[in-house]
């Protein structure tokens, strides 16, 4: 098994970081540098960073953000919001960061997982796959998009497994009911997720505490925890976290 990562995530709203409760009622949550270069000096194994309004403002994600914040962390970076072409991800990853998600784009143009995997490698391609609870789909998840604002009528799971099988070399997975809540991870829906593909899963939405990220690890089947509001608003820290899961006999990076 690889060891257990740790990653906090910038979401990105109007040049601030920021976090809401069910992607919606979004509070300040500070300075993207100043935050980025604290958390990989608090120890975490990978930084991500959202630009969460560029899908529904129908721009691209802004490339100054990614400068600046690569420029102060040699973690890898993960960033995503706005893209939707194979021009876009040579821009992201020209501007610093290491890895690409997509969402919207994909389930738009899904044969751009393909493109994009075989021009950069499938290391550099996560798909985010953002969903709700509907018995109404076979696995009782459906796929939503464009900021959790757009319900697809797809099956997120059917949907992660076609990812991978394009080429997705990393799914992230978050759950609508479980975003910003602290309420614990969506630990059935990552479990879903993780069981059904082989690519490494990143646990995401709903972390408040410690047992959260054993329980993501341990019944999830994640391997890299995602998590803001936790570290924002300095609850827990990525030390804390990672000694806890090591005291429970987890392998952390």
Request: aromatic share 6%; proline share 4%; net charge neutral.
């Amino acid at each position: 098994m690889q060891p257990i990562k740790i990653m906090p995530c910038l979401d990105m709203k109007d040049g601030r970081v920021v976090k809401g409760v069910h992607f919606v009622d979004l509070r300040e949550a500070g300075d993207p540098v100043e935050n980025a270069a604290f958390y990989q000096k608090e120890g975490a194994d990978e930084l991500a960073m959202l630009d969460i309004a560029a899908t529904l403002e129908n721009r691209k994600t802004r490339l100054t953000w990614v400068e600046k914040v690569a420029a102060v962390i040699n973690i890898p970076l993960t960033v995503g919001g706005g893209i939707s072409t194979l021009e876009d991800i040579e821009l992201v990853l020209g501007a610093g960061a290491s890895k690409v998600s997509m969402n919207s784009a994909a389930v738009k143009n899904p044969a751009l997982i393909n493109e994009a995997a075989k021009k950069f490698g499938p290391d550099k391609i996560t798909v985010a796959v953002d969903a709700k609870r509907n018995t109404a789909m076979p696995s009782g998840f459906e796929l939503v998009v464009s900021g959790g604002t757009k319900p697809v009528g797809k099956d997120a799971i059917a949907w992660a497994k076609e990812c991978e099988q394009r080429g997705a070399g990393v799914i992230l997975p978050t759950s609508m009911d479980g975003d910003g809540t602290k309420a614990g991870y969506d630990i059935e829906f990552t479990r879903a997720i993780s069981s059904g593909v082989k690519a490494p899963v990143v646990a995401s939405g709903g972390a408040g505490k410690r047992e959260d990220f054993y329980e993501a690890v341990v019944k999830g089947g994640a391997s890299i925890l995602l998590a803001a509001s936790v570290f924002h608003f300095r609850l827990l820290s990525i030390q804390e976290v990672k000694n806890y899961l090591r005291e429970k006999g987890l392998v952390v990076a």
